[in-house]
């Protein structure tokens, strides 16, 4: 069956430290990988996507950036974290367009 | 770009009672998503609708996709304390992605 692991689960970073986030899928080969963020209280805001190795398509501009440097691996980074960085990143995956899976998230709370 | 609004933003009902909550969009939609969040954790799948008038259910839970495909509906019946959550509706924009819509908050009072 196929899993998705997200980690950390919580994440307290002061300004400017960089970011790193892990996102790895098991049990299924090329998927479509989602980053996206959400805003206490708020909806979903997708990030980045990404359709295969090395391509990442990138949906707000912003202090983030990530890559996918494996098929089933997909990493959000930034080098200086904002204090609006702050939120709930979740990591989705889908094959096929037919709904996400998403990972248990990582709260990030920048101060 | 494509939107989908959801209402209500909010709601609270005594358990028992029934909850419907709707996902609206100006322009027809392929297909309409349903997902459910519950506080604290993150968005589980819950059905996906792709026919004109389409409705399918999951025990208490009714899913309706408008004949004109440019709304949808998910209704509760007899809500109960674990039906609490955040209550997305999602549709295709674009070959890859999905957007989502505002979500619906639902306080089930015992």
């Known amino acids: 069956s196929q899993t998705i692991h997200q980690w950390p689960a919580t994440l307290v970073q002061p300004v400017g430290s960089p970011l790193s986030l892990e996102c790895t899928v098991e049990g299924t080969s090329n998927p479509n990988l989602y980053w996206y963020r959400q805003a206490a209280g708020r909806g979903l805001q997708l990030l980045f996507y990404?359709?295969?190795?090395?391509?990442i398509s990138s949906e707000v501009p912003q202090n983030l950036s990530a890559s996918r440097p494996q098929d089933r691996q997909f990493i959000l980074s930034s080098k200086k974290l904002l204090l609006s960085d702050s939120g709930f990143y979740l990591c989705a995956w889908s094959v096929s367009g037919y709904g996400y899976t998403f990972g248990s998230g990582t709260r990030l709370t920048v101060v | 770009g494509q939107q989908v609004m959801q209402i209500p933003q909010y709601q609270h009902v005594q358990e028992g009672e029934d909850f419907t909550t709707y996902c609206n969009s100006s322009?027809?939609?392929?297909?309409i998503q349903w997902y459910k969040q519950r506080p604290g954790g993150h968005p589980v799948f819950l059905i996906q609708?792709?026919?004109?008038?389409e409705v399918k259910k999951q025990k208490r839970l009714t899913f309706q996709f408008g004949e004109a495909k440019k709304n949808s509906s998910l209704h509760i019946t007899a809500t109960q304390t674990t039906d609490v959550g955040t209550y997305f509706c999602a549709t295709t924009s674009g070959t890859y992605k999905y957007i989502f819509g505002t979500g619906t908050r639902l306080k089930v009072l015992a």
């Open positions: 609708l792709v026919k004109s008038g």
């Open positions: 322009t027809t939609l392929s297909n």
């Open positions: 990404s359709v295969g190795i090395g391509q």
